[in-house]
């Protein structure tokens, strides 16, 4: 494997019906800025996968989940990242969870997601979803989305 960035990316999802994203910053320098995006980064050095996935949500979120599951690993030759791709269930309420990173944060289900474009509440407009990452749910549902989930 070339020496690639190692990121994690998080799916959070409430009992498979609706997943939670965050609208990217608009900074011109970030990838994707002004896209919707899972929640997630840089592994720092010394650091699992595992252990990243949980900070970042720490500092993200203010919520770590109680189990955090592994789904696979993507290396993309386009961006020079190799992702550590996991997926847990929150279990609090929405309105606990605290944005301390993005520009809004919201949850849509299955079906708005595949649509490529949601709508965010805080600019009252449809913003896409980070390319790679419509790629990375779309084989999430396919793979991992329990059968009596999809409809």
């Not at 997926?87 to 969870?97: R, S, T």
């Amino acid at each position: 494997m070339p020496l690639y960035k190692q990121v994690v990316t998080v799916i959070l999802h409430f009992d498979f019906n609706l997943f939670l994203f965050q609208l990217r910053d608009f900074k011109p320098f970030i990838v994707h800025p002004g896209h919707w995006g899972a929640f997630g980064g840089e592994i720092d050095s010394g650091e699992t996968p595992f252990q990243a996935a949980k900070r970042e949500l720490n500092e993200e979120i203010g919520h770590v989940p109680q189990s955090i599951h592994f789904f696979k690993n993507v290396e993309s030759e386009e961006y020079k990242i190799y992702t550590h791709l996991f997926y847990a269930e929150i279990k609090v309420p929405f309105d606990q969870l605290e944005l301390m990173e993005g520009a809004d944060m919201g949850t849509f289900s299955r079906e708005d997601i595949l649509k490529g474009n949601l709508y965010s509440q805080n600019f009252k407009s449809l913003y896409p979803v980070a390319p790679p990452l419509l790629r990375f749910y779309d084989d999430f549902f396919r793979q991992v989305l329990p059968k009596d989930k999809i409809t």
